[in-house]
């Protein structure tokens, strides 16, 4: 992470509902209008709220609580003015809410989906620790609604973020966007800056500025005067510096672009994971078109493995003194099922879905690690057979 760059979020646990209330006005024309509304509000891909890249906002709609009427306002003018506001209120007479297959919403979507089980231990941190070690896996307990009514579960359930997951995903479909395009280390080369001061057209603006002619001797009152000005004189005055400030910017921009191409500077990652706003270029900041969900797994607390560490001292090769650290990784047996959608146009491009494929199935080949510490053996998945 970049220095100070850490930051937190307080987010809306899983499991709460939202009530709202939606109203079309229109005729018989808009019955199509209204299916694909609702069609799209069921959607899988459909999100709300900020994060929806990184696996916030997903909804599920709850269809027994659902309810639709179409109301006639020549006829039932007076049912509507009574309807109450209260959206706890009895809806009498409604027809349950049906929602289709979403098979409209998703044309312009690309599904993938891998089964996966961890091989052994893996690690999605929590970012702090416990009684038992330093680092221990990321944890929540969610509402559930068994019961008809909302309670915190009493067990708690392992959460593999999706934001860790596009990470993971986004750094190796760069290396193989890179590949294709046979971008290797160090072919892209910094440009250097091919922007120089006029001094020509400098001397040309003093001249004119600064008129000598005129001035006979030193004790001319006017060389007083010129003299007083070319004390003054400030070099962004000349328009010829601004030229060159204006051209070393052009040129320090182009420098940037130049840089390698790995996360905001590949393309691919940019097509696929969106890039973030640039004040300083003017640039506009684009969502990604990857769509991850969160996975909550059963968590068993005696499934956990506490691994002891101790720091070496680069110096000597040994331990440094009251340098022991631990860290809690998971184990989960069952399958684990990852859903990503992607869309179509991003697809599109040149190597970026062969590139983005090429990622998954290192994924599934347990070429790929998921989640910390995969450097010490954690997190290798391989895909399930069954």
């Not at 001061?197 to 040309?204: E, P, R, T």
């Not at 004119?208 to 009152?221: L, M, R, Y």
Request: proline share 2%; glycine share 8%.
């Amino acid at each position: 992470t970049e220095n100070h760059g850490k930051y937190d979020e307080e987010l809306v646990h899983k499991g709460t509902r939202f009530v709202f209330e939606l109203e079309l006005i229109g005729n018989e024309n808009d019955n199509e209008n209204w299916k694909a509304l609702i069609e799209c509000l069921a959607s899988p891909v459909f999100r709300i709220g900020a994060g929806t890249r990184k696996g916030f906002g997903k909804l599920k709609i709850i269809t027994e609580n659902s309810w639709f009427r179409i109301i006639n306002l020549k006829n039932d003018i007076k049912e509507y003015l009574e309807k109450s506001s209260s959206l706890n209120s009895a809806m009498k007479d409604w027809k349950p809410l049906s929602f289709g297959a979403n098979s409209n919403s998703l044309s312009n979507w690309t599904k993938y989906e891998l089964r996966l089980r961890a091989k052994d231990f893996f690690l999605f941190g929590a970012g702090f620790g416990d009684d038992d070690a330093d680092n221990k896996p990321k944890t929540e307990r969610y509402f559930d609604w068994a019961s008809g009514q909302p309670k915190l579960t009493e067990q708690e359930y392992l959460l593999i973020p999706a934001t860790s997951l596009k990470g993971i995903i986004a750094h190796r479909t760069a290396y193989y966007y890179n590949l294709l395009e046979g971008v290797k280390i160090g072919s892209a080369k910094k440009s250097k800056l091919e922007t120089t001061l006029d001094i020509d057209g400098a001397l040309s603006e003093l001249e004119a500025k600064f008129n000598f002619d005129n001035i006979q001797s030193s004790d001319a009152p006017e060389w007083e005067e010129l003299k007083n000005k070319i004390e003054g004189l400030q070099v962004e005055d000349l328009k010829s510096w601004k030229d060159f400030e204006m051209d070393l910017k052009d040129e320090t921009e182009k420098k940037k672009g130049d840089s390698m191409p790995v996360g905001e500077n590949n393309q691919a990652v940019r097509i696929l994971f969106g890039y973030s706003k640039d004040s300083d270029t003017g640039q506009d900041g684009q969502r990604g078109s990857v769509v991850i969900n969160d996975i909550y797994l059963p968590y068993k607390k005696e499934n956990d493995k506490v691994f002891n560490h101790t720091r070496i001292d680069r110096f000597t090769g040994g331990t440094i003194d009251g340098a022991l650290f631990q860290e809690k990784a998971s184990q989960y047996k069952e399958v684990i099922p990852i859903e990503i959608w992607v869309e179509n146009k991003a697809l599109e491009e040149k190597y970026v879905k062969e590139a983005f494929e090429k990622t998954l199935e290192d994924i599934r080949k347990g070429q790929l690690q998921l989640g910390g510490n995969s450097t010490k053996g954690h997190g290798v998945f391989v895909e399930s057979q069954n």
